[in-house]
């Protein structure tokens, strides 16, 4: 899966280095040319890394410093490209993460590319939910145990469906094998939502370090398509 970025910006010189550069690294861009039409993008669209155009473009500082403000895009990469006018800490201080100068060469493009990839992939873990069925057994504070199995997964929870009820706010113990990489994981979660038809949804509340770079990693690997994109769990938690 590949990751999604906006520029916003008029320059063609810009954009005939950046294209390249963010192909190199399997990020797809979508181009905006003015502010007003960039705004309703981050507004409605979710964006890995956002790159703004802030001293050739009118009004570009000011975008740069709504991307905080929106819900969607509060926490996506930023980068600022800056001609002179603004300061590199006037960019950071404005919400950047990075700082690109014009003109551009492709192989600062590319450094900093490289440098922010991580960032990129892990805010797309963070809100992906990653569709696979996965074996869970469930254990309450009541010590009942129930079977389930896993609809999506991400990195802060899961959505499952089970034979059962689960009550909004439980706590509870999970123990999962995360296919493909035959890793067990047991970890405490809180029921967030129970919809009484077999359907809840469970946020993951005291994840062992070990357990959270594990899922982690896994997630990133589906993501990378390192992984099957939908994997089937045949395996039952012990």
Avoid at 134 to 146: F, G, N, S, Y
Wanted: aromatic share 4%.
């Amino acid at each position: 899966m590949n990751l999604d970025s906006l520029l916003i910006s008029g320059d063609a010189a810009l954009l005939g280095v950046l294209r390249p550069a963010l192909e190199n690294v399997s990020v797809d861009v979508e181009v905006c040319a003015e502010a007003k039409p960039g705004r309703d993008l981050l507004v409605k669209r979710k964006y890995d890394a956002v790159i703004i155009d802030c001293d050739d473009l009118p009004d570009g500082v000011d975008l740069l410093r709504g991307i905080r403000q929106t819900q969607s895009n509060a926490r996506s990469v930023a980068f600022a490209v800056v001609n002179g006018k603004t300061t590199t800490q006037e960019a950071f201080q404005s919400g950047a993460n990075f700082v690109l100068q014009k003109p551009l060469t492709p192989l600062h493009a590319t450094r900093c590319l490289n440098a922010a990839l991580n960032f990129m992939v892990r805010e797309q873990r963070r809100y992906c939910r990653h569709p696979v069925e996965i074996p869970l057994r469930i254990a309450l504070a009541d010590k009942q145990e129930l079977s389930a199995t896993t609809t999506n997964v991400s990195e802060g929870g899961m959505a499952i469906r089970l034979v059962g009820k689960l009550l909004q706010g439980a706590q509870a113990q999970l123990r999962f094998t995360l296919p493909g990489a035959n890793i067990s994981l047991e970890l405490k979660g809180k029921v967030a939502w129970a919809d009484g038809t077999g359907h809840a949804g469970i946020r993951f509340v005291e994840v062992p370090q070990s357990s959270q770079y594990q899922l982690e990693k896994w997630l990133t690997d589906c993501l990378r398509g390192e992984l099957p994109e939908r994997l089937h769990g045949n395996q039952t938690p012990r």
